[in-house]
């Protein structure tokens, strides 16, 4: 109710959706998704690319990031109605993508997610659950070929906590 930011990330966001903070389409939190078993069935372990899709206080400024994904629950499913509401009202911050930009079936995609939903927000787009890490791609060091390619001094991961710190600065 007072617009803080809430962000979940992997289990986090799991968390947020088991207890309808997302996407929280109706007033009385009420399970809207789920976060079930990867459809390869087994644990993903690995670096993917995504695509955001709206423009909330999270994803300002951001086209793409490259993320690592750790999780063998991640494959997010809804009905039809809640797919289409969450796109009728730009809730589906990131989506999976190839390193082209463009929506593909697995690997890209580590878990099977309909429309390849990586991340959602809750209508207000101050509550943000993402299945990837954007913690754990904070800096350089903890990019996996750091030693064998230029890698920006900052990680992407770092791009949506600046965006949450700037929006904290001057909102709350």
Request: proline residues 5%; glycine residues 8%; charged residues 25%.
């Amino acid at each position: 109710e007072e617009k803080n930011l809430i962000i979940g990330i992997c289990n986090g966001c799991q968390a947020l959706v088991k207890m309808g903070m997302l996407p929280a389409l109706q007033e009385d939190f009420a399970q809207e998704a789920t976060l079930t078993i990867n459809d390869s069935g087994h644990f993903e372990d690995r670096w993917v690319h995504l695509k955001a899709q709206n423009e909330s206080v999270f994803t300002k400024g951001i086209s793409t990031i490259y993320l690592p994904v750790n999780h063998g629950e991640g494959k997010f499913v809804a009905n039809q109605k809640i797919i289409d509401k969450l796109y009728e009202k730009s809730q589906i911050a990131f989506n999976y993508v190839d390193e082209k930009g463009k929506e593909a079936p697995y690997p890209y995609n580590p878990n099977g997610s309909m429309h390849n939903i990586a991340a959602i927000t809750n209508e207000t787009g101050n509550v943000f659950g993402i299945m990837p890490h954007p913690e754990k791609f904070v800096t350089k060091y903890t990019h996996p070929r750091w030693t064998r390619e230029k890698v920006p001094e900052e990680g992407e991961g770092l791009k949506i906590f600046r965006n949450m710190v700037q929006y904290a600065e001057g909102n709350l």
